[in-house]
């Protein structure tokens, strides 16, 4: 079927909604983007969405071109005229059309656009096998760098370490940063459990804020789990009880390897489990 679009502050079918080959977006992937659920037909999370999206727009002297309310406004539609129920928004702001130069001063107007589209979703199975993982080469960008924290367009850090997961036959790589901790994974932030206690690498160690994660942690201390933020090194991870990755895409999924060491009892362990599921009833509609 073919999608109604949001872009240049209306939707438009998805024939017309084109870009210029000048967008800096495309040029110099200079631009941010969000990755947001439906669930039930509501939008998952949209405030804490929009507000990281204008974070890392702010990061990088980029304009949105609409106010918050507006956005939130304009996503609820574009949701509504594909008549989306379980399903996935992208939120695009690209530094709009410019010359072959870096300038992006000189870029006319930053785009938005807005696609709502029907989630592929992982195969059942992966959730209960648990995914394999390696750990990649490619360390995650240094913060000095452009920081981690913002989401931007420019994924080549992470395609990079996707390639390497891909070249291992596993779907997932694990990445960290040039000190050596844990990072995080391609598009998921990371998650241990040993004696009974859930650590997650600082956002500092180089990781996107994700939002997933701090569901997850509230999540986990709903329970009366124990959840402590330290830098994490690739030994921890070798001889943890659990692995679990937490990403809008991937929800809440366990690792069962990792460069060859079998975690746990090579299944997600108990307190994945247990958080998948509390993830699931979160995200359709039952409160915190
Ligand atoms: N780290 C990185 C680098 C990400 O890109 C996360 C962590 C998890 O954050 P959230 O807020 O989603 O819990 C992400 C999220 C995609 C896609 O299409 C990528 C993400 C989210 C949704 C879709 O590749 N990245």
């Known amino acids: 079927m073919a999608l109604k679009i949001w872009l240049d502050g209306k939707l438009v079918d998805q024939e017309e909604a084109k870009i210029s080959v000048f967008d800096h977006g495309l040029l110099y992937g200079d631009g941010v983007f969000e990755g947001i659920r439906v669930y039930n037909g509501r939008v998952f999370e949209l405030e804490a969405h ?12 980029l304009v949105v071109p609409m106010s918050r309310s507006k956005l ?11 008549a989306v129920i379980d399903g996935y928004i992208r939120l695009v702001v690209t530094r709009g059309t410019g010359t072959l130069g870096l300038n992006p001063l000189i870029c006319e107007n930053s785009k938005l656009f807005i696609i709502a589209d029907n989630i592929q979703l992982y195969p059942e199975e992966l959730y209960e096998k648990g995914m394999k993982v390696v750990s990649a080469t490619t360390v995650r960008n240094h913060p000095l760098a ?20 891909l070249d291992n036959d596993v779907p997932e790589a694990i990445m960290y940063n040039h000190e050596g901790y844990v990072a995080e ?23 996107l804020e994700g939002i997933t994660r701090g569901i997850v942690i509230k999540l986990a ?27 809008t895409a991937a929800e809440v999924i366990g690792i069962v390897e990792i460069d060859g060491r079998v975690i746990g009892d090579g299944k997600p362990g108990p307190v994945t489990r247990l958080l998948r599921k509390k993830f699931f009833e979160y995200a359709h509609g039952k409160k915190l």
Do not use: H, M, W
């Not at 201390?221 to 937490?246: A, P, Q, S």
């Open 221 to 247: 201390k709903e329970e009366g789990l124990e959840v402590v933020e330290k830098n994490l090194t690739r030994f921890d991870l070798y001889i943890c009880d659990e692995f679990f990755l937490t990403g």
């Open 50 to 61: 929009i507000k990281r999206l204008y974070e890392s727009a702010k990061v990088i002297r």
């Open 185 to 207: 994974a391609t598009g998921d932030n990371v998650f241990i459990v040993r004696d009974g206690v859930i650590y997650t690498p600082p956002a500092e160690a180089g990781s």
């Open 146 to 165: 452009i920081p981690p924290q913002v989401k931007s367009l420019n994924y080549l850090n992470n395609i990079l370490a996707k390639i390497e997961a």
């Open 72 to 82: 939130i406004g304009a996503v609820e539609k574009t949701v509504e005229a594909n």
